[in-house]
């Protein structure tokens, strides 16, 4: 068996569930090294991280590492490649995972692949590319496979690992720490699901009319505990804020349900969805080419259709 490298993601030292599911597929694939970013690992931390296929789980608890943006986190994979020499490095396909993968490809002169969907056997990723316009099956050919996997590919399940904490001294080069983080600002966490994260995304886009008409949106989303999601359209108009926005431009979402209400379907908004393992549309236009993707539809006004939908699970 080999080792592969999971990049940790954790909000305030609480592992988040991506990593759980990163560490679930590379149990699949071999044998599971977490590799914790900056100070704050726990001890209930370490031990979630094993409950779910950890047998090692690197500490590298610099200040550091966190005090300056992504680059020493890729400097920090590339020192454990270069000691470990493991089979493959996951990451999560977030925004800074993705931009981590591609420094650690170039620092270790290896191939890496973003957006995957699944990784099989030999580290087959099974990619989605061009903006979403074609699913691939791709296979790096150089160096360390560096795989950034999308959030809800895997669901995670528990699989014990030894979980044997290594404490990991990082070496940072001033070019790591060419951009310092002044500030962190939380974002205000409401009561539903990170979009990126979720199981259940409910988007409204310009078939939903008015910024007021979001709460029919939010109404079903929090009827079926989902996040809310948005077309460009929507947040270009005000009516949701940007970082709701799924597609090219936006979050890209692969939950297990996506229910799309007044989106068209542009090529620019299935970009950010269409890995979605089911897809529900709800649209007027019995043409709109969301249908084309859907796996249910219902031709209708969402302002009837939606208000319906969520008193019918009210009820359940
Ligand atoms: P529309 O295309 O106007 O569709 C509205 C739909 O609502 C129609 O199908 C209509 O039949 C239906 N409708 C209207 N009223 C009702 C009703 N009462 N009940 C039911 N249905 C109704 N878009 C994104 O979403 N995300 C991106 O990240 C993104 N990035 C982009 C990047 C670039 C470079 C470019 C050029 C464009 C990008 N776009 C993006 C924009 C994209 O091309 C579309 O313009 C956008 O997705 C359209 O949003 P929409 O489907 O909400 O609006």
Redesign the pocket.
């Known amino acids: 068996m080999s080792e592969i490298l999971v990049l940790v993601e954790q909000v305030d030292g609480e592992v988040k569930k991506v990593t759980l599911e990163l560490l679930t597929l590379a149990k699949s694939l071999g044998e599971p090294s977490a590799v914790w970013a900056g100070p704050g690992l726990s001890d209930a931390a370490a031990a979630k991280l094993a409950e779910y296929g950890a047998d090692k789980v690197y500490n590298a608890a610099a200040q550091e590492v966190v005090d300056y943006v992504v680059a020493p986190k890729a400097e920090l994979l590339a020192q454990l490649v270069a000691d470990k020499s493991p089979a493959a490095v996951l990451v999560a396909a977030t925004a800074e995972g993705k931009e981590v993968a591609g420094r650690l490809a170039v620092k270790t002169d290896s191939g890496v692949i973003t957006d995957a969907v699944g990784v099989g056997e030999g580290f087959v990723a099974d990619q989605s590319i061009f903006g979403g316009g074609v699913n691939v099956r791709s296979k790096v050919a150089k160096g360390t496979p560096i795989i950034a996997v999308r959030p809800n590919s895997t669901p995670p399940a528990p699989n014990a690992g030894a979980g044997a904490v290594e404490e990991v001294a990082v070496a940072l080069s001033e070019a790591a720490k060419a951009a310092r983080v002044v500030e962190r600002v939380k974002q205000e966490k409401g009561a539903r699901p990170e979009l990126a994260e979720a199981a259940i995304v409910v988007s409204?886009?310009?078939?939903?009319?008015s910024a007021e008409n979001f709460s029919v949106i939010e109404g079903l989303a929090d009827a079926l505990g989902a996040a809310v999601g948005?077309?460009?359209?929507?947040?270009?108009a005000g009516w949701y804020p940007h970082q709701f926005?799924?597609?090219?431009?936006?979050k890209t979402v692969s939950p297990q349900l996506y229910i799309?209400?007044?989106?068209?379907?542009?090529?620019?908004?299935r970009?950010?969805m269409q890995t979605a393992k089911t897809i529900v549309a709800?649209?007027?236009?019995p043409e709109?080419?969301?249908f084309e993707l859907a796996d249910y539809g219902v031709v209708?006004?969402?302002?009837?259709?939606v208000p319906q939908l969520t008193e019918e699970i009210d009820k359940r």
């Open positions: 409204g886009g310009r078939g939903v009319g948005a077309s460009r359209a929507a947040t270009d926005q799924v597609g090219q431009t936006g799309a209400a007044g989106i068209s379907g542009a090529i620019q908004h970009a950010g709800i649209n007027k236009d709109a080419p969301i209708g006004d969402l302002h009837q259709v």
